[in-house]
């Protein structure tokens, strides 16, 4: 496993192992061992899920009629 710490990389950084550029990476927090931020998912995520469930219920409802 890599371990890329981006808070202490250069600007113009490149993963050395997969080409990926500094804003892939998470910042890290040494005091705690884990990443700073990142945790809930894009609202587009969300909306879409939420979208999808309501096409799939009314999809049900109208097809079991």
Do not use: H
Not at 2 to 12: R, S
Not at 51 to 60: E, R, Y
């Amino acid at each position: 496993m890599f371990l890329v710490v981006a808070n202490l990389q250069p600007e113009g950084f490149e993963c050395p192992q997969c080409n990926a550029p500094k804003k892939r990476f998470a910042e890290y927090d040494p005091e705690t061992g884990r990443a700073i931020g990142g945790n809930a998912p894009p609202i587009t995520v969300i909306l879409s899920i939420l979208v999808a469930a309501g096409a799939v219920g009314a999809l049900l409802f109208y097809g079991l009629q």
